[in-house]
């Protein structure tokens, strides 16, 4: 059976296909809820989470192709409902890094605080784009947008990121 | 735009990616099987939730009935009516 049609059966209730479809996507559905939430226990319970709506709401999934994007939409949506739950700000501080490390996580911070400055929409974009390399197509279904408004949104992103970090006086480039 | 490389994506990608990989397989199997539980309980609720509804709203309206058609005209309702001081018989239909 192909991914159409156990989206097909699991629409129509079949426990099995859609437990099939969701563990043929873990691996990127919890990588994805940790790009938000940066934190294991976290991203395992919005996955949990996820999984409860999405079959509670599996009649709503009209194209069968779109299982991925559909749920996809329904993770991110709980990770920023998660987030606003708890009013967590997105950049870490972490302990780990020493010596060598030092500079890359200035960089890195710089980013991420740049990240929690933009817009959700644009967010959303960036991370999908950048530490998914999901398409421009992929994510116009997971956003449920034309192509040409996401890529307007990344551009918009980027430019914005840019200006944030040379506002916040980081060194921009790599070495 | 410029070399998108350039940015420091990269790094936060790939301490994404080696989550991802360190996740132990159980532990996502184990939030999707309970999402999938948390999900049937939940739809059972609601069904007994609405049952229950009906149920409660079928015994409303049947007391309702009831004490309404139970009732003798004169005793029933706002005495100070028109209609019930003029003795008429206010009830839509009878039986």
Redesign the interface.
């Known amino acids: 059976m192909d991914e159409n049609e156990w989206a097909a059966h699991a629409r129509h209730g079949d426990?099995l296909a859609?437990?099939q479809l969701?563990?043929l996507h873990?691996?990127?559905l919890?990588?994805i809820a940790?790009?938000y939430l940066r934190n294991?226990a976290d991203?395992?319970?919005v996955?949990?989470?996820?999984?409860?709506?999405?079959?509670?709401k599996k009649a709503t999934l009209r194209d069968h192709d779109a299982f991925l994007p559909w749920i996809t939409r329904i993770l991110i949506n709980g990770c920023i409902d998660d987030l606003k739950r708890k009013q967590r700000v997105l950049p870490k501080s972490e302990a780990g890094y020493e010596g060598t490390h030092e500079m890359?996580t200035i960089?890195?911070m710089d980013?991420?605080i740049a990240l929690t400055h933009l817009k959700p929409k644009y967010r959303h974009v960036?991370i999908l784009k950048?530490?998914?390399?999901m398409t421009l197509s992929d994510i116009a279904k997971i956003m449920d947008r034309p192509e040409g408004t996401v890529k307007t949104w990344l551009?918009q992103a980027?430019?914005q990121?840019?200006k944030q970090i040379n506002k916040g006086g980081a060194i921009?480039?790599?070495i | 735009m410029e070399h998108l490389e350039n940015f420091r994506f990269h790094e936060i990608k790939q301490e994404i990616e080696a989550a991802s990989g360190e996740v132990a397989e159980d532990r996502l199997n184990q939030a999707i099987a309970k999402g999938l539980h948390r999900a049937k309980r939940a739809r059972i609720k609601r069904q007994i939730g609405f049952q229950v509804g009906i149920m409660a709203g079928l015994l409303t309206l049947s007391v309702f009935l009831l004490s309404y058609w139970g009732q003798d005209m004169e005793g029933w309702g706002n005495s100070t009516s028109t209609s019930a001081v003029q003795g008429k018989n206010t009830r839509p239909f009878s039986i």
């Open positions: 426990e859609f437990n969701v563990s873990k691996r990127k919890y990588g940790y790009s294991e991203a395992l319970d996955l949990q989470d996820s999984v409860c709506k999405a079959w509670l890359m960089y890195r980013l991420e960036l950048y530490y998914h390399d551009h980027l430019k990121v840019k921009l480039w790599s």
